[in-house]
């Protein structure tokens, strides 16, 4: 079996991605493979946190169409992340694996308040930590939520799970000529308005030297090949 070439690594996994092939609400045989492939990680000993984004339900402002509050339409937003969070907690459970919820907003009824300590903690002690709400304020994305939180907890990695298979010079649905990265810095990412995240998250792991690795989901082995250091994706780094 391949070694890990990460030992805390934290995966960020859209909302588009949990909902498959409906493109909305939820695939639970999507997220039963990626729940299967986080035990697969454990086993080898790698520790995981895991942000998950809410697209599947709801986008925010992009959503409201201007016709809400951006404030109150991004609350809604980190609503969607948290039926995400447990719903892949639940999967979890049923397959054995240890898992808390900790959300950057209060819900004490549902999850943990996000205490950086305790989530460390939950980590060292074999846990899953699946952190739900964004980062708690409106106009962050989800993956800037992901970067602040590997930061938080020292992550060695960021794996991006994305509908799409890496970062390209162009977009490749609109042009068939485009060509993917294997490896990009940060600076190239900002400089050429590259969709990789959104540009907070870029400069959030630029400043802390964390690098991105950004990769599709369709196949959730693709998170071990990641792991394991095989050459998958795109690879954001300095």
């Known amino acids: 079996m391949a070694k890990p070439v990460y030992k805390r690594v934290l995966l960020k996994i859209s909302g588009e991605a949990l909902a498959g092939d409906k493109h909305a609400g939820l695939d639970f045989e999507m997220i039963s493979n990626v729940c299967d492939v986080i035990k697969e990680c454990l086993d080898m000993g790698v520790q995981v946190g895991l942000v998950v984004g809410g697209g599947n339900f709801w986008r925010g402002a992009k959503n409201s169409g201007g016709k809400m509050e951006r404030t109150r339409a991004d609350h809604m937003g980190m609503l969607a992340t948290v039926m995400n969070c447990l719903a892949v907690a639940d999967v979890c459970e049923q397959k054995g694996i240890p898992v808390r919820v900790q959300t950057a907003i209060e819900m004490r009824a549902i999850a943990e308040p996000y205490i950086r300590g305790r989530a460390i903690r939950h980590l060292e002690e074999g846990r899953v930590v ?4 964004g980062t708690g304020n409106p106009y962050f994305s ?27 010079t162009a977009d490749p649905v609109k042009d068939p000529a485009a060509v993917k990265y294997d490896t990009i810095s940060y600076d190239e990412v900002l400089a050429q308005h590259l ?16 690098p991105v690795l950004l990769f599709a989901l369709k196949d959730p082995r693709n998170i071990i090949r990641a792991l394991c250091g095989e050459n998958v994706g795109t690879i954001v780094k300095e």
Do not use: C, P, Q
């Open 142 to 168: 989800t993956d800037t939520a992901a970067v602040l939180r590997a930061a938080e907890i020292n992550a060695d990695v960021i794996l991006l799970a994305k509908n799409v298979d890496g970062v390209y």
């Open 130 to 133: 699946i952190f739900g709400a």
């Open 195 to 210: 969709m990789v995240m959104d540009t907070t998250a870029t400069s959030l792991s630029m400043d802390n030297h964390i």
